[in-house]
Nanobody
Framework: VQLVESGGGLVQDGASLRLSCTLS????????MGWFRQALGKEREFVAA????????DYADSVKGRFTISRDAAKNTVYLQMNNLKVADTAVYYC???????????????????WGQGTQVTVSS
């Protein structure tokens, strides 16, 4: 399974972006999906996650109320709508696929089995 992210770019403080992550194939049972980010010189951190059926979502406190994760099963795609972007949101954003979690989606990067190549989001002041 390959994951391809898109939608990153350079925007100003307060702007919006929508990231997409498309799976190369649809598994027999949909995977839980997560978005993570890694700023220069920092560790990869959890941003948002959604359960395999879309019923449950989870957000990092730093993005709660500004970011929304969603999925379109028919398109094998997960989205991250990012509103009111801040300079601190600048990072490479990665999506991950978790093959095994069926309950609440996980925040730990090690729970994810597949990763995309990342897409750069840069927010200027």
């Amino acid at each position: 399974v390959q994951l391809v992210e898109s939608g990153g770019g350079l925007v100003q403080d307060g702007a919006s972006l929508r990231l997409s992550c498309t799976l190369s194939e649809r598994p027999y049972v949909d995977y839980a999906m997560g978005w993570f980010r890694q700023a220069l010189g920092k560790e990869r951190e959890f941003v948002a996650a959604i359960s395999w059926n879309g019923a449950r979502t989870d957000y990092a406190d730093s993005v709660k109320g500004r970011f929304t994760i969603s999925r379109d099963a028919a398109k094998n795609t997960v989205y991250l709508q990012m509103n009111n972007l801040k300079v601190a949101d600048t990072a490479v954003y990665y999506c991950g696929a978790d093959r095994t979690t069926v309950g609440s989606p996980r925040r730990e990067p090690y729970a994810y089995d597949y990763w995309g190549q990342g897409t750069q989001v840069t927010v200027s002041s």
